[in-house]
């Protein structure tokens, strides 16, 4: 089973509010991924990383931004958190030569 | 543009039963697919994956198949039991370790 860990689980919050999600991987995967899955629907990539000081744009459009500073974390931020982005958030990783494994998500909903 | 697609949104089988869910996708230079599992709650999890050198791998109660004259892949699962309940997404690698889901499958699997 892999090892990567996403918080928090769930999250309801108000408009307006600065809001950041936590991945962590403990496997030393180069590769990190955000995807943006509604209720019963496919993911939609909207942020990776090939690693430390990499980041970019998926094939979805978002606000959010994400930073990689450590092989290890991969943080997604929200500035100002709105109805719109309620949603499932997940996380993956993917070593060299092995399919992404996902964290079990967060799940946010903005009131 | 790349795509992938399931033929059935949803599946119900008795259990004991065989289950076979299909896919079909349209980048005939696609060179790598994936199935995963998601379940209530959770993050996806994978299942088997195939190479385009490949028609056929076996796993554990799984079978992946490929045919890449009509761009087709399909999941098979041998008596199909009340825990493989679950949506089953196949996937597949559309550039630099960036990975392309379909919509995805609810198998509901009846006692």
């Known amino acids: 089973e892999a090892d990567i860990y996403q918080t928090p689980r769930y999250l309801v919050i108000g408009t307006g509010k600065k809001i950041t999600l936590e991945c962590s991987q403990t496997?030393?995967?180069?590769?990190m991924y955000w995807y943006q899955q509604d209720p019963g629907m496919e993911l939609h990539l909207i942020h990776y990383?090939?690693?430390?000081?990499?980041?970019e744009k998926g094939d979805l459009s978002s606000e959010s931004t994400v930073s990689r500073i450590r092989t290890e974390h991969f943080p997604l931020t929200l500035e100002s958190a709105r109805p719109s982005h309620t949603s499932q958030y997940l996380c993956?990783?993917?070593?060299?030569?092995?399919?992404?494994?996902f964290g079990d998500g967060t799940r946010l909903s903005i009131l | 543009g790349e795509s992938v697609g399931l033929h059935l949104p949803t599946l119900s089988v008795q259990e004991g039963d065989n289950s076979i869910i299909n896919c079909a996708y349209s980048n005939s230079a696609s060179d790598y697919f994936i199935w995963y599992k998601q379940e209530s709650g959770k993050g996806p999890q994978f299942i088997i994956d195939?190479?385009?050198?490949?028609d056929k791998r076996q796993g554990q109660r799984v079978t992946v198949l490929l045919n890449k004259t009509v761009k087709h892949l399909s999941l098979q699962i041998a008596a199909t039991q009340p825990g493989d309940s679950a949506v089953y997404f196949c996937?597949?690698?559309?550039?630099?370790?960036?990975?392309?889901f379909g919509k995805g499958t609810l198998l509901t699997v009846n006692p």
């Open positions: 195939i190479r385009s050198n490949m």
């Open positions: 990383s090939y690693g430390v000081n990499s980041t």
């Open positions: 996937a597949e690698k559309s550039s630099n370790y960036k990975l392309t």
């Open positions: 496997m030393g995967h180069d590769k």
């Open positions: 993956a990783s993917m070593g060299q030569n092995q399919p992404q494994h």
